[in-house]
């Protein structure tokens, strides 16, 4: 329905909102246009004591505002006036984070608009107006005290397993880079997951230290409460957040099943891509967390192991669920490498995607703690069709809504 969405060319490079890593969320934020709605909004949730924030304006203000602003968990939106509402609620989907509740308030009081806007775009509600007390309280009202079913409490993110066919491959600059432009490409809200628990190196990438709680959420998930995510997560921007661990290189974490299915469900639910850097080999835990991954990235190198271990990985992953299994060749052109057509006849094909041996930048910004993305224009340009892919992002063509992809109103992949 909407060709993609890229950032305005004036957009800052690096990000003007971090939060804090205990910041809470607005229970409900509202975006209305006018007084006589903010008085129905304020009259009717009176009494459930919800600590509603109203501030006047449309959609479109909500969207230059949450780019900016952690997501609340219930949004209210005003599409008065707008000439395309559907396509401004699109584009609030890509600065929301995909656990929101969104509530619509217009002027059209058309039953097609109603169906479009609740069963394709995942809105929980709309009302059109005059709005008055009554109105609010019936419709609106259980949506915010929890009476309803959120659209998005079995959906969620898009996973993204990143898994080197053998160590050395790169697979960590994948995982890393890939997470940051996909915040920048779609403005959506991204986890980046470490599960090398011991010898994790996504941090040192960053230039950041990480949070501390992951083993003890994937050994022991009663343990882990909804404050989980804020304290063990370190914000790298305002769209990113990284969960990694540094446990001592003697200590011996034992990650379970029902740590890593608790640990994506909580993930998928506040952050619209999760993307894991999986150890390789892949582990009994890191197996779990590729299968429930709607993409699983095999990345190796250009050599005779990359090729073996690449092909028994493909294999693997083909036999364990149903997401998509891409192989990305790393190092491309190193010298002493395989050249291009070997790799491709060792694989039985070409690779999906190919990244350059860039030997003059990824190491220096791996050792500056800078991404490889802010240092290396021809790095960036390899990365971007392997980002539109797992993001399911064409180039000047048509793309399905966001709140379709994240709150379910698409058909399942």
Partial sequence: ??????????????????????????????????????????????????????????????????????????????VSGLSDPLDTLDALAGVCSPDVRVLVVGEASDLVLYRRMTRDLGVAEYLYKPLTRDAVVRFFGPHITGGAVSASAERGGSVISVCGARGGAGTTTIAVNLALQLAEATRGHVALLDLHLRAGTTGMMLG?????????????????????????????????RLIAAEEPIDSDPRPSEGGIKNLLAMLTARFNYVVIDVPSPPGVAERIAQAMSQHRLVVMGPDLGGIRDALALRRLLGSQGAGSVTTVLNRAGLPGGLKPKLVADGLGGAPDFTIPDLPNHLPRSANLGQPALAQSTQFRRALAPLTHHVADMKAAAPSPSLFARLLGGRAAR
Avoid: C
Avoid at 57 to 70: F, K, N
């Fill in 208 to 240: 950041l230290r990480s949070g501390t709680g992951l083993r003890v959420a994937l050994e022991d998930p009663d343990r882990v409460d909804n404050l989980f995510l804020d304290r063990s997560s370190v914000p790298v921007n305002d769209r990113v």
């Fill in 1 to 78: 329905m909407l060709v993609e969405r890229k950032p305005p060319p004036d957009a800052p490079k690096e990000s003007r909102y971090v939060a804090a890593p205990d910041e809470p969320r607005l229970p409900v934020l509202a975006f209305v246009a006018d007084e006589q709605t903010e008085t129905a909004l304020r009259s009717g949730l009176v009494g459930v004591g919800t600590g509603l924030q109203v501030r006047r304006g449309d959609a479109r203000a909500a969207v230059r505002a949450l780019e900016q602003e952690p997501t609340p968990s219930i949004l209210v939106v005003d």
